[in-house]
């Protein structure tokens, strides 16, 4: 493991599962299963309760197999760069009070660039920037083209692009620098949580914000439970890849996914956190949500198998495809046969049987989660027409539809009756929907619509 020396402890992922005295791990990016040598167990036992990772070679060469597969997260206790190192880019249009609060939010010892892209009101926008820099473009180019601007003014190693209605918590930075002190790190995000408020709107944001990923750390992956992180609020090194202002949506988990293509790491660490503004009004909710969707389809062209709806295993996947048509006791005479032969292959990697039966039942359960969400948010003209057509198929499809938003109500517990909640969920989907095909059709691909398929079968969730 290339680094810089730091001192450097793990955090086992809260899906690990460490058995047989640490010789045997069970989760990771994508479900796994290591084994790994009686050496190797004990240095994994100690960084479970705490020890350092020593600066030998093999223990920094375990270390980085686990980051890298997902089993652990990185803990820096300190790292090569300060805030001196750093600069805060703002994007913004016509939003000059979200600017002053962003300003306002920032340590001073912070260089800091606003970029004002075409707002009506040039001179507001420079009041509010107060001691940053301001630099201007006369028609709007969207964010993408915004941020690349203001990465022309910056000098330090470290840049921060932080939008003008996203405010970063006070201490935002101490959890994020030190990830930096890896070398293979080109990006890092905190999490992004929605500003509460008493609006119905603001009480379903504050659990279903698009851009809030959840409390857990990851290591940011196409196709994992953090499969991107929004531009909102992220600090990159000042090299990485440009923004493409071609893209007017999905511009941030392109530039992500580039990164990650040209091997780069990108994490997720939630121990920083910032505060996004919801959106003012329903009619601007549903616009987000399906601006969001339609960058699926330019993902999709932009990088193939990426940006697909659902990941399906071959073998976990049949069952669920014969539950959809109205064919359950099909379906559940596949499901046994699919696990009683991944129950004998983790049997034959050292997994005992009750444990083989917990993730094999586990990865039918993550494989028809995600079929139930994709039928939401991506199929659901396909479903409509499944449903009208094919009576048998109707039950399935109404448990795929309500299932998930119920399941998200018991365990989030909004400040919302379930009703409600589901109600919202679903227009949710569907708004993202609308513009997911939209998108399609204007790409002219239906990449974007056709599942992708693995022969792995995954107990890790998806979202």
Do not use: K, N
């Amino acid at each position: 493991m290339s680094d810089t020396g730091a001192p450097l402890r793990l955090r086992f992922d809260a899906q690990v599962e460490i058995a047989d005295e640490g010789r045997l791990l069970i989760g990771g990016t994508g479900g796994r299963v290591l084994r790994i040598t009686d050496a190797a167990s004990t240095l994994v036992r100690g960084w479970r309760d705490g020890a350092e990772v020593g600066p030998a070679p093999v223990e920094r060469s375990l270390a980085r197999r686990l980051i890298d597969s997902g089993f652990a997260h990185p803990v820096y206790a300190s790292g090569p760069y300060g805030l001196s190192d750093l600069t805060v880019v703002i994007p913004v249009l016509d939003d000059a009070d979200g600017v002053a609060a962003v300003v306002e939010s920032l340590d001073t010892r912070l260089a800091v660039v606003v970029v004002d892209d075409g707002s009506a009101d040039p001179s507001a926008v420079v009041r509010a920037a107060g001691r940053a820099s301001v630099l201007r473009r006369d028609e709007p180019g969207g964010p993408a083209a915004a941020r690349e601007l203001g990465r022309t003014a910056v000098r330090t190693p470290l840049t921060a692009f932080v939008d003008a209605d996203c405010v970063p918590a006070t201490g935002w930075l101490d959890a994020l620098l030190p990830h930096f002190a890896d070398p293979a790190v080109a990006a890092v995000a905190p999490r992004v949580r929605s500003r509460p408020g008493a609006s119905l709107l603001d009480r379903y944001e504050v659990v279903r914000s698009p851009l809030d990923l959840g409390g857990d750390p990851a290591t940011v992956r196409p196709l994992t439970r953090v499969s991107y992180v929004p531009s909102a609020c992220l600090v990159v090194r000042s090299d990485v890849p440009a923004f493409d202002p071609g893209l007017r949506y999905g511009e941030d988990v392109d530039l992500v996914w580039r990164v990650i293509a040209e091997g780069g790491a990108v994490r997720y660490e939630p121990a920083a956190e910032a505060w996004h503004r919801p959106r003012p009004s329903w009619r601007a909710w549903w616009r987000q949500r399906r601006s969001y969707g339609s960058s699926a389809a330019p993902l999709a062209r932009r990088h193939p198998g990426s940006a697909v709806p659902a990941v399906l295993d071959r073998r976990t996947g049949v069952p669920w495809a014969l539950v959809a048509i109205g064919r359950p006791a099909a379906g559940l005479a596949a499901a046994v046969v699919v696990a009683d032969r991944l129950r004998r292959t983790l049997g034959g990697l050292g997994v005992d049987g009750t444990r083989a039966v917990r993730l094999v039942l586990r990865g039918q359960l993550v494989t028809g989660r995600w079929l139930a969400t994709a039928t939401t948010r991506s199929w659901w003209p396909l479903a409509l027409t499944l449903g009208a057509l094919h009576r048998r198929s109707r039950l399935p499809l109404a448990a795929a539809v309500l299932g998930p938003a119920v399941a998200d109500w018991r365990r989030s517990r909004p400040d919302i009756d379930p009703v409600r909640y589901v109600a919202l969920r679903l227009a949710d989907d569907i708004a993202y929907g609308v513009g997911l095909w939209a998108g399609c059709r204007t790409e002219g691909s239906i990449r974007a619509l056709v599942p992708g398929f693995t022969r792995r079968s995954s107990s890790m969730s998806p979202d």
